[in-house]
Nanobody, 115 residues
Framework: QVQLVESGGGLVQAGGSLRLSCAASGSFFGIKAMGWYRQAPGKQRELVAI???????NLADSVKARFTISRDNAKNTVYLQMNSLKPEDTAVYYCNVQQWSYNFWGQGTQVTVSS
């Protein structure tokens, strides 16, 4: 089982940048992918970015040109670099780990982008 702790959220003006971090602890055997999801008020949780155990990445079309996902295996940490932020990026961002057939979630970190 994996435990996740996110950090790096906050309030930023449109056009600004933030970097989210997700530190993982526990058992890493069987991890298939790590990623970030977000949920805005009144909306469903949606995939933002994912990085597989082999290093392949996939990002949502809405963020592909602005966000980057990366992983530091030595620190068991996954990052989401968010540039050129827009008000529509405002949401709670959740770190996710897919291990075997299970999904583990962090507690979420709020990102608010002001116009």
């Amino acid at each position: 089982q994996v435990q996740l702790v996110e950090s790096g959220g906050g309030l930023v003006q449109a056009g600004g940048s933030l970097r989210l971090s997700c530190a993982a602890s526990g058992s890493f055997f069987g991890i298939k992918a790590m990623g970030w999801y977000r949920q805005a008020p009144g909306k469903q949780r949606e995939l933002v970015a994912i990085i597989t155990s082999s290093g392949s990445t996939n990002l949502a079309d809405s963020v592909k040109a602005r966000f980057t996902i990366s992983r530091d295996n030595a620190k068991n940490t996954v990052y989401l670099q968010m540039n050129s932020l827009k008000p529509e990026d405002t949401a709670v961002y959740y770190c996710n780990v897919q291990q075997w057939s299970y999904n583990f979630w962090g507690q979420g970190t709020q990102v608010t982008v002001s116009s």
